[in-house]
């Protein structure tokens, strides 16, 4: 029996990947649970196992690759999108299956962006627990209507074109940069250069996958590019952002607020709680002193629909790797890789 052992595995991990191995054949896996994070530290507790199923803070690089190898393990299963946080070329090599659930509700993702927005505009947060204690005073909730608003979207793929059509519903003018970003957005708004795009808008919000180049795509220069007073959302990747930067745009008013699902060091901290220890990265306690800082922790993606898909994509994953079948979801396979992470755009 194909034995798989699933790492930062939460209740709802579980919940649904046990729903989708019912579905398929209850009896073909064996699955082992560690709610702890795959790294150096534990690739070794997945000794015995044929495949790992892993999910965006599990860091597979070259040693942890290696130790998995070692152990065993011939397919990683990755039960998310994105793929930054393993190193493909070392999986090709040492002969890994590697497949991901490359869309599970891009809608999830862009309506939170759009929740973000209109949580840190209208201050719904602040009002909640003011109502609570008898304060009705309005002081300090005053938004701005996001109809006629001009909004930049840096990446217009399944995430970003679903967040331009919510947008598009409210009125607002839609920009969008994305060097490969198909017609389809053409129906919302106009393609622009990025810096065209940030200085044009009221609102940015970041859909582009982490690569290379976009590595700190919103730094120190692009951010004072912005409209001054504007507001940053990224419900992409942390690294994306230079979190410093962004602290001293909000401290001179250049920034007018930044809603983050995700932070470039979030995880050492991120779905995990931390509330009964001190918290060790000065940079994001600092970010989160700012009344116009709201900081969630990737969670963008959690809604029934996106965990059912997640589950039922990465159970057919498996499948396809124990029947042998070509699966559609392989970033590497025969030796070659699906993806060339520095010559063609990553669609994650
Ligand atoms: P996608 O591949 O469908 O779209 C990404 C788009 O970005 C593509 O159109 C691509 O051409 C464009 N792009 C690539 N490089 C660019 C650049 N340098 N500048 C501008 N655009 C660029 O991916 P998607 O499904 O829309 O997901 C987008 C991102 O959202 C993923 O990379 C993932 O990291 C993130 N994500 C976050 C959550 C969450 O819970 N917060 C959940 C799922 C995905």
Request: hydrophobic content about 45%; overall charge negative.
């Amino acid at each position: 029996m194909m034995k798989l052992a699933v790492f930062s595995a939460k209740s709802y991990d579980k919940h649904f990947l046990d729903i989708a191995l019912q579905q398929h054949h209850p009896s073909f896996c064996q699955i082992t649970y560690h709610s702890f994070a795959l790294s150096s530290e534990t690739a070794s507790l997945a000794q015995d196992s044929d495949a790992v199923c892993v999910f965006v803070n599990d860091h597979l690089g070259a040693p942890v690759l290696q130790t998995l190898h070692e152990n065993g393990v011939r397919a990683i299963l990755l039960r998310c999108a994105g793929f930054n946080n393993i190193d493909l070329k070392v999986a090709e090599d040492l002969g890994f299956f590697v497949a991901n659930v490359p869309s599970y509700s891009p809608e999830a993702v862009a309506e939170f962006a759009v929740a973000l927005i209109q949580t840190l505009n209208r201050k719904t947060h602040r009002a909640f627990n003011r109502v609570r204690e008898g304060n009705f005073n309005l002081e300090g909730f005053l938004g701005r209507t996001l109809s006629g608003k001009t909004v930049g979207i840096v990446g217009v793929g399944r995430i970003g074109l679903a967040f331009a059509k919510i947008l598009h519903g409210f009125g607002c003018q839609l920009l969008a940069y994305d060097p490969w970003g198909g017609d389809e957005f053409k129906t919302y708004g106009v393609f622009v250069e990025l810096a065209d795009l940030l200085q044009r808008s009221d609102i940015v919000s970041l859909h582009c996958p982490l690569t290379d180049e976009t590595r700190h795509i919103m730094n120190e220069e692009n951010l004072s590019r912005m409209k001054k007073g504007a507001l940053l959302v990224n419900t992409s990747r942390g690294g994306l952002v230079d979190t410093k930067a962004v602290i001293n745009a909000l401290k001179s008013g250049q920034l007018g607020g930044v809603a983050l699902d995700v932070y470039e060091e979030e995880g050492a901290l991120f779905y995990n709680d931390h509330s009964g220890e001190i918290i060790h990265d000065d940079v994001l306690m600092r970010l989160m002193t700012f009344p116009n800082a709201l900081v969630c922790g990737h969670q963008a993606f959690f809604t029934e629909e996106a965990l059912g898909e997640i589950a039922g994509v990465t159970v057919g994953n498996l499948e396809d790797f124990v029947m042998k079948r070509t699966c559609k979801n392989s970033l590497v396979r025969e030796g070659h890789l699906m993806v060339e992470m520095d010559k063609e755009p990553v669609r994650l």
